[in-house]
């Protein structure tokens, strides 16, 4: 039965990513502006709802290392496994300029970030200093999309794209993000159930588990959604996805996190993981900033560090 449910759960993630990139592409056509901002923001901040919900548990839970622990991880695997796999199916192209700007703001984070971990714990005043930064990322956010709709009242049509439907009504759209932002977590949350009895069968360890199901748990709404973006030719909103999630886990997650409770930061994390994160988003600048298309050769690259970084983890 635990079989029957783990394949439910991945074909509920896929149906669901895929109505999330409909929803987000024909959003960002109603709305005038580019795919890539709704990415950043709606679809980012929808498909993080696993992470939020996990590290505000593990406090309450009186586990805070795992709040920390659980956003370096999705963080780690939305540039190695959430961009890598997908590009096994389909060339991830860097088109857009505005994807580079956003990729520097990620990068900004991730240092913020690793300054205040290096104060040894989050506290209410680093809580403070993330959440400000993210509400400062939102605001540029929208400030760029003001500036697109204006550029784009006297520009030529562009090319309808796959899935891009410029007359379907509101009602239809707000109906594909909802539909999307339910199913995504709760898909998830199926699938790792299912999988996490299974390995259970076949006598796995908790502690392997939790290392790894939970933790690529969180991290299957990024996936599912870049997947079938991939498949639907929006390379903006695969990447938007990744980068807008990694700002939002980072920022908004362990800002709000730092507000409920301390998290004290593990040394194990300082000496390896926090790093691994660091460069993990360092391997996605050279493609950003390079405008190197993410292939299926480089999929597969990707997708073999983050297996060296389990096994690293694990040893």
Same mark, same amino acid.
């Given at each position: ?17 895929? &109505? ?11 709305l ?14 929808g ?9 505000v ?32 199916i ?36 680093a ?66 159930d299912a ?32 997947? &079938? ?16 999630s ?30 691994v ?12 900033l390079?405008?190197?298309?993410i ?21």
């Amino acid at each position: 039965m635990d079989f029957i449910y783990a394949v439910a759960g991945l074909v509920l993630l896929l149906v669901a990513g895929d &109505m999330l990139v409909r929803g987000a592409v024909n959003l960002s056509l109603r709305l005038g502006i580019p795919a890539l901002i709704v990415s950043l923001t709606v679809v980012a901040f929808g498909t993080s709802a696993p992470e939020l919900l996990v590290s505000v548990s593990a406090i309450f839970d009186g586990v805070p290392g795992l709040a920390l622990g659980n956003v370096i991880g999705s963080n780690t695997a939305n540039v190695l496994l959430v961009l890598g796999v997908p590009a096994l199916i389909s060339t991830l192209h860097v088109i857009d300029n505005s994807t580079r700007a956003s990729y520097l703001q990620m990068i900004g984070a991730t240092v913020l970030f690793i300054l205040l971990a290096m104060r040894g714990q989050f506290d209410w005043i680093a809580g403070v200093v993330l959440l400000a930064a993210l509400f400062s990322m939102i605001g540029h956010a929208i400030y760029q999309a003001r500036c697109h709709r204006v550029a784009q009242r006297d520009a030529p049509e562009e090319e309808e794209v796959e899935g891009a439907d410029p007359d379907m009504p509101w009602a239809k759209i707000i109906g594909f993000l909802i539909a999307g932002l339910i199913g995504l977590p709760l898909g998830a949350d199926i699938l790792v159930d299912a999988s996490t009895n299974i390995a259970r069968a076949f006598g796995v360890s908790e502690t392997v588990i939790g290392l790894t199901l939970v933790a690529l748990g969180t991290s299957l709404p990024e996936l599912a959604t870049t997947v &079938m973006a991939a498949l639907r030719k929006q390379a903006d909103v695969a990447f938007g996805n990744v980068i807008g999630s990694n700002m939002f886990n980072l920022l908004g997650i362990i800002g709000v996190s730092s507000l409920v409770g301390t998290l004290p930061v593990d040394s194990e994390l300082m000496d390896f993981d926090i790093w691994v994160m660091l460069g993990a988003s360092v391997i996605l600048g050279v493609f950003v900033l390079k405008r190197i298309d993410i292939t299926r050769l480089w999929g597969i690259v990707l997708s073999a560090l983050y297996v060296l970084y389990i096994l690293a983890v694990l040893s």
